[in-house]
């Protein structure tokens, strides 16, 4: 596989051990994490792997929206992301993420259409909107 120069802005590492069959234990910067996914009526032991997805749209789109208002005003309130994954039921039908925001105060319409184009600018927005190159390499046994 062809290495390049381009630089690294965020590293994961996962971990699925030998005797467990879903629960990854995961890395990153130092913090540690647990993925699992539902199986026999069990919930898990964390989060699904598109659980944390959904978390880091949320969470992005508050942080880069609360950026923005702390800029702009003295205070704005409270920011709440949710979330969900549709998946529909006719075949052919699209797939899609609903994004709701709430906010505890009302802004000016004018404002809040400067909202809406910046919660579509979030950084892990574009990172889910945009074609993305996966580029797959196996290595042996470390």
Same mark, same amino acid.
Request: aromatic share 8%; net charge negative.
């Given at each position: 596989?062809?290495? $390049?120069? =381009? ?10 051990? *030998? ?9 990153? !910067? ?9 199986? $026999?009526? *069990? ?15 949320? &969470?992005?789109?508050?942080? @880069? ?5 702390? %800029? ?7 920011? @709440?992301?949710?979330? $969900?994954? #549709?998946?529909? /039921? /006719?075949?052919?039908?699209? !797939? %899609?993420?609903? !994004?709701?925001?709430?906010? &505890?105060?009302?802004? =000016?319409?004018? =404002?809040?259409?400067?909202? #809406? ?7 892990? @927005?574009?990172?889910? /909107? ?13």
């Amino acid at each position: 596989m062809e290495t $390049n120069q =381009d630089r690294v802005v965020a590293s994961a590492r996962v971990v699925l051990p *030998a005797n467990e069959r879903r629960r990854t234990d995961m890395t990153t !910067r130092g913090f540690t994490f647990v993925a699992d996914e539902p199986h $026999n009526g *069990a919930p898990g032991e964390g989060p699904t792997p598109t659980e944390y997805l959904l978390m880091a749209l949320a &969470s992005c789109t508050a942080q @880069t929206l609360r950026q923005y208002v702390d %800029y702009k005003y003295d205070t704005a309130g409270d920011i @709440t992301v949710e979330i $969900n994954y #549709h998946e529909p /039921q /006719q075949e052919g039908a699209e !797939r %899609y993420l609903q !994004r709701t925001i709430t906010l &505890s105060e009302d802004p =000016d319409p004018d =404002d809040l259409k400067v909202m #809406h184009d910046i919660a579509e600018r979030s950084p892990v @927005t574009l990172l889910i /909107q945009f074609a993305w190159s996966v580029r797959t390499e196996f290595v042996g046994p470390r």
